[in-house]
């Protein structure tokens, strides 16, 4: 079986050095517009809510909407802290 050297020598004779060198900057180069890209994202997003305005917000509620529903009995809290209290009391 042949017996494999791995020296500096083998990776500039292969052009290793200047490979490297063009995929860290492609790298670098696309992380700097990824970076770009989201600090921008607030302007584009007010530049395009200028050109098609959203339909609704939904920051409050609708006038027409119906009240909610209260319900009576136990919540699913009170019902998890229950199963867990008598689990607790009767592990051992």
Do not use: R
């Amino acid at each position: 079986m042949q017996q494999m050297l791995f020296s500096w020598d083998n990776v500039a004779a292969g052009s290793g050095v200047s490979l490297s060198i063009t995929g860290m900057s492609i790298v670098f180069v696309a992380l700097i517009l990824v970076s770009l890209y989201i600090a921008l994202l607030p302007k584009i997003a007010a530049f395009c809510n200028k050109i098609i305005p959203p339909s609704a917000h939904h920051s409050g509620p609708v006038a027409n909407a119906p009240a909610p529903v209260i319900k009576s009995g136990p919540s699913e809290a009170e019902i998890v802290a229950a199963a867990v209290a008598y689990l607790h009391k009767n592990k051992g």
